[in-house]
């Protein structure tokens, strides 16, 4: 059951993802770039600072929101990562990622294959727009959520399973992404 949840979860970002950008885009599996070449294809080197949506990120107040204890993973220069990962085994995770996107995230939304659940449209500080979908059942929660600040959308993918506390989900994600309005970059 976590696989076809995990898989339905993803749906969203790799749709987001293949939605394409007059800026390079990256994730976690590419180097992360802040800088724009005004191409269209990806580019993987910048004279500019790597971005990485870890930077800044305080897993205590999500863990907080939470009521459970997260971790904060980064990967390594090779294959950076970002996620919140549970410190007791079988608690619910985060995988965060990002894209580049002039389009902004309305644009993005209307072309992805958003799967079935609750769709939200939260108010964070700093976010042009940002997005929820929220999949119960009675096994596991999944929480799909979209940041917008400029051109950088940022996702964030969160699971848990049951038994899970699902205010506390949503309040964790919104902490999370209230945290990543706060320290996007502004280009």
Not at 94 to 102: A, I, M, N, T, V
Not at 114 to 126: E, K, N
Not at 172 to 187: E, G, H, N, V
């Amino acid at each position: 059951m976590r696989r076809r949840v995990a898989a339905v979860t993803l749906v969203p970002l790799l749709a987001l993802a293949a939605c394409g950008s007059s800026s390079p885009s990256a994730g976690p599996a590419a180097a992360p770039s802040s800088g724009r070449s005004g191409g269209t294809t990806p580019s993987a080197t910048s004279t500019a600072a790597a971005f990485n949506p870890c930077d800044g990120l305080d897993a205590k107040p999500v863990s907080r929101a939470l009521g459970a204890k997260l971790k904060l993973t980064t990967g390594t220069a090779d294959a950076p990562r970002c996620a919140l990962l549970p410190v007791k085994k079988g608690g619910p995770t985060f995988e965060l990622s990002y894209l580049w996107f002039d389009g902004g995230l309305d644009a993005a939304w209307k072309t992805m294959q958003i799967p079935a659940g609750t769709v939200s449209q939260p108010h964070i500080a700093g976010a042009d727009d940002a997005r929820e979908v929220a999949q119960q059942t009675s096994s596991a929660l999944a929480i799909s959520a979209f940041l917008q600040n400029g051109s950088l959308i940022q996702s964030v993918n969160g699971l848990a399973l049951a038994p899970y506390h699902a205010k506390r989900m949503q309040r964790a994600i919104r902490a999370i992404l209230t945290q990543l309005s706060a320290k996007a970059p502004t280009s």
